[in-house]
């Protein structure tokens, strides 16, 4: 009842003041709703940056690697457009960086007899195109005929099925300077060859006193002169290689017989060919700068600014690339002797020396008696096998040779057989003796002593022969 008699004011009032208290109550829920809206925001925002920072890093890592291909592109071209003399001047460096056949790199292996002083494959070759050269040079200056590159050229290619070049010319100079004289004359009769008249020519003229001439034995004689030098130089190639070992070895030239067993032959440097005599200079203008030296003040302003700005673009487009200096290698101790005494290393190596040095300056002579001295102990065993099926004390020379003969394992002809045979009579004069009856040898064997000891003392006596 007292409701029902307030005012409509009174009402209103009521109702505004409940609505407050709503409101009042509802407001951390909206504060909650508001926060975890921005907290929304914020986490899009964070997702954001790092799919930006992601996209940044794969820019950076495209553009280094567009920085990488232009950088490969430019060296390419940089090596295309290298100049030809250039590689022609690098021409020893690109042979050796090819891969070298078999029988060129292991061709002192392969030789027949017994080792000595091999020369190099590729300078038996130089040596074989110096003789075919010198006997084409014979022919034409024997008959009073002008010697020139190009004949010998077709020439010495025909004979040896080789390329024949002034390269070579320059390397024969260089090993036998006092061969030929070699020239730049004009006007020498080409009868119809590809030279014209009044251009420049190699000539060649053998190193000869007035009025001589180039017969056979002169010809023999500059050839063993040419080999000779080759050989000098391949022994300073290995005079150097000695220096280098550890410890280091000094043999003399004269006592040498053969190379270290461990210097490579077929590895030694080509010859550098030697400086050949160049045509006259003539004052050609090939370059723009040339022009524009040799014109200057002649040409319109437009013509000398375009050959300006040529020469400006030609000078900074040239490359310069420095020549990386090889690195000396220094000699290490290997890691399997790490631990080892090294003053053991060095007696060792001290004595590996003195065996190779006795083995290099050893003449063929005593080479080959080692050599029948390495067959002795298998032969002793056949020998006494040979008078025991005999059944005799003594055999001729001739019956025993012919026994041994049949019964070795490698084929030997009679005359070796006989050597091995005397051989022994000289090794051991206690158990093998030759004795001369009625004009005809006799071997005789003493069949009691021990095989073995007459092996043991074979190989005593050839180690302490191989030490001289």
């Known amino acids: 009842m007292v409701n029902e008699s307030l005012s409509p004011g009174l009402k209103l009032g009521a ?11 509802d407001a951390p829920r909206k504060q909650l709703l508001e926060l975890q809206g921005r907290l929304g925001k914020i986490h899009s925002l964070v997702q954001k940056m790092k799919g930006g920072t992601a996209h940044l890093e794969s820019g950076g890592n495209l553009e280094s690697r567009l920085k990488r291909a232009w950088l490969l592109e430019s060296r390419i071209r940089q090596r295309k457009n290298s100049p030809k003399e250039e590689k022609e001047d690098l021409g020893s460096t690109a042979e050796t960086r090819e891969k070298v056949p078999a029988y060129q790199r292991f061709h002192t292996l392969a030789e027949d007899g017994l080792p000595g002083l091999q020369l190099p494959y590729k300078y038996k070759v130089l040596a074989e195109m110096f003789r075919s050269t010198d006997t084409l040079v014979a022919m034409m200056f024997n008959r009073l005929e002008a010697v020139t590159f190009a004949k010998v050229k077709q020439g010495v290619q025909e004979m040896m099925r080789r390329r024949f070049e002034e390269r070579h010319l320059g390397q024969i100079k260089a090993v036998y300077p006092a061969s030929y004289v070699l020239r730049q004359e004009r006007n020498i009769p080409s009868f119809g060859g590809p030279e014209k008249r009044g251009s420049y020519q190699l000539t060649l003229e053998p190193g000869l006193g007035t009025g001589e001439k180039l017969t056979a034995a002169r010809l023999m004689e500059r050839r063993s002169m040419f080999c000779k030098n080759l050989t000098a130089s391949v022994k300073e190639h290995h005079k150097a290689f000695l220096a280098s070992l550890d410890p280091p070895m000094a043999i003399e030239e004269e006592e040498l017989t053969r190379w270290h067993p461990r210097f490579r032959v077929d590895e030694v440097p080509d010859v550098v060919p030697a400086e050949l005599p160049k045509p006259p200079h003539v004052d050609k203008v090939t370059t723009a700068q040339e022009v524009l030296a040799k014109a200057q003040g002649l040409l319109t302003p437009k013509m000398e600014k375009a050959l300006t700005n040529l020469v400006l673009r030609t000078s900074d487009s040239s490359p310069s690339s420095p020549q990386p200096s090889p690195r000396p290698v220094l000699p290490g101790t290997p890691n399997s002797l790490k631990g080892v005494s090294q003053s053991l290393v060095e007696r060792v190596r001290a004595k590996e020396a003195q065996k190779l ?10 080479e080959q008696r080692l050599a029948m001295m390495s067959h002795l102990p298998e032969m002793a065993r056949i020998l006494r096998n040979v008078f025991v099926a005999e059944k005799k004390q003594a055999l001729p020379m001739e019956v ?17 057989m006989e050597k091995h045979l005397r051989l022994f009579a000289e090794l051991l004069p206690d158990w093998v003796r030759i004795l001369a009856v009625r004009q005809e040898n006799y071997l005789k064997l003493d069949k009691n002593m021990d095989l073995n000891i007459v092996t043991e003392r074979l190989s005593a006596r050839k180690r302490e022969e191989e030490k001289l």
């Open 400 to 416: 025993a040779c012919q026994r041994m003969v049949d019964s070795y394992q490698a084929l030997m002809p009679m005359g070796q």
């Open 15 to 25: 109702a505004s003041v409940a609505a407050a208290q709503s409101e009042e109550k």
């Open 357 to 366: 040095q006795a083995l290099m300056t050893r003449n063929p002579q005593q």
